[in-house]
């Protein structure tokens, strides 16, 4: 995960917590990265006690961004991309950014 996508995630989450609450979330770029870390974090650990799927997920996201992807057939068409590993309960276990098409 880049340092861009890290420190996007930290600015929308406190304009996030602005507009709902009035009040500006005081969060950093390593808090965030920790919690990242937290959620992603030896993923290769979990042992699987059911079926698991892998789907891609949009994060819905209005405002401007060079991560921000269209897909049609979701809900919400325009967000961020994020590839998901859940379990049959529908707990998310992992998940990825996608940061667009790596080229040659």
Same mark, same amino acid.
């Given at each position: 995960?880049?340092?861009?996508?890290?420190?996007?995630?930290?600015?929308?989450?406190?304009?996030?917590?602005?507009?709902?609450?009035?009040?500006? #979330?005081?969060?950093?770029?390593?808090?965030?990265? +920790?919690?990242?870390? +937290?959620?992603?974090?030896?993923?290769?650990?979990?042992?699987?006690?059911?079926?698991?799927?892998?789907?891609?997920?949009?994060?819905?996201?209005?405002?401007?961004?060079?991560?921000?992807?269209?897909?049609?057939?979701?809900?919400?068409? /325009?967000?961020?991309?994020? /590839?998901?590993?859940?379990?049959?309960?529908?707990? #998310?276990?992992?998940?990825?950014?996608?940061?667009?098409?790596?080229?040659?």
């Amino acid at each position: 995960m880049t340092d861009e996508v890290i420190e996007l995630t930290q600015y929308q989450t406190s304009q996030f917590a602005l507009e709902k609450s009035g009040k500006e #979330l005081k969060t950093t770029a390593k808090e965030i990265e +920790l919690f990242i870390g +937290l959620s992603t974090k030896n993923p290769e650990k979990i042992i699987p006690k059911e079926k698991h799927s892998i789907d891609d997920v949009i994060v819905a996201f209005k405002g401007r961004s060079g991560l921000k992807q269209y897909i049609r057939s979701k809900p919400n068409r /325009w967000g961020y991309k994020l /590839w998901a590993r859940t379990g049959g309960s529908g707990i #998310l276990h992992d998940f990825d950014v996608y940061q667009g098409s790596k080229e040659p």
